[in-house]
């Protein structure tokens, strides 16, 4: 099995000093119900942030510590069927931040729901597929950023909260932004046009108080990760899986000491799984004041797997 297919866990930190990095600030994430997004939503909440998470599926508040369910708000909603839909999430976070007695502001997007294609090739992608995809990676984020872009420079405008810092945006990409070989044509065009998409927001909004950079995990123990698991014996363009799997197995598989031959279960590998909480913490530093210098990055959480 190339991916960890464990469920989402309650997200318990090990020290009880509160971390206030994210104090006064709000964050929104999408596809916040599972994976990366949860992750995301569990470590931002406990650094002090007020949450707004989107996502198409409901969310299971008892994955979150019940001291956190006052700072965070869900919306149910599908960010591609409706084309309006991402501009009434972040309408949606402003007014949260207000019944909370907060700034009406986003301080922090994290655009982190996509979906996988099916290792189809350019030979074998459908239409369908190459849209839905292009869809979920690409378009949805790039909504996601123009909704949420004029309340982050009116905040940078602010002299009396904003100072000139209108926020954060963090792109959840992946290795296969950087590589043709670890994905169908369909994800691996979605991915690098999203980093496309970082580095020109990044750039065109430099000084106007607003950053924007991407992470691009490897193989995470993810819902992404659960789908390839679950459907390596059905489902895959047979061809592209067949490419793309020697790569994945670099990622996924360690090799024993002992033997010098591939791990084939769980017990065995030695922790070559990257976890949705490490990600998040990658996207936890991006997002703070100890990142202010950076931005236009495309930072890997891979294990140095993306080096190949």
Request: with cysteine.
């Amino acid at each position: 099995m190339l991916y960890n297919t464990s469920p989402d866990q309650l997200y318990e930190p090990r020290t009880t000093v509160v971390n206030p990095v994210g104090y006064g600030k709000v964050a929104l994430v999408t596809g916040c119900a599972s994976g990366i997004g949860l992750a995301c939503t569990q470590l931002l909440l406990e650094h002090q942030f007020s949450v707004c998470g989107v996502d198409r599926s409901p969310f299971d508040y008892n994955l979150l510590r019940v001291a956190d369910h006052g700072r965070f708000h869900f919306h149910l909603a599908d960010l591609v069927k409706d084309v309006g839909a991402c501009d009434e999430a972040v309408r949606i976070c402003l007014q949260a931040a207000e019944r909370d007695d907060r700034p009406r502001r986003v301080d922090l997007l994290v655009n982190v729901a996509g979906v996988l294609d099916n290792f189809a090739s350019a030979d074998t992608v459908t239409d369908s597929l190459w849209d839905h995809v292009l869809a979920v990676n690409l378009t949805v984020p790039v909504r996601m950023m123009r909704a949420v872009l004029a309340p982050m420079k009116e905040q940078a405008a602010n002299k009396t909260t904003g100072n000139g810092q209108g926020g954060v945006i963090i792109n959840v990409a992946s290795t296969a932004a950087v590589s043709g070989a670890v994905a169908g044509i369909a994800y691996t065009a979605s991915k690098h046009g999203l980093v496309g998409a970082t580095k020109n927001v990044a750039w065109r909004f430099r000084n106007e108080g607003i950053r924007c950079n991407a992470v691009l995990p490897g193989a995470v123990d993810s819902s992404v990760g659960q789908s390839i698991a679950n459907r390596v014996d059905g489902g895959l363009d047979a061809g592209g899986f067949t490419q793309a799997e020697p790569v994945l197995a670099l990622q996924a598989h360690t090799q024993r000491p002992d033997t010098g031959s591939p791990s084939s279960t769980k017990s065995a590998n030695t922790g070559t799984d990257i976890t949705a909480l490490e990600v998040a913490r990658a996207i936890l530093f991006l997002a703070s004041d100890a990142a202010n210098s950076i931005n236009g990055v495309c930072l890997p959480v891979d294990k140095a797997w993306g080096v190949m």
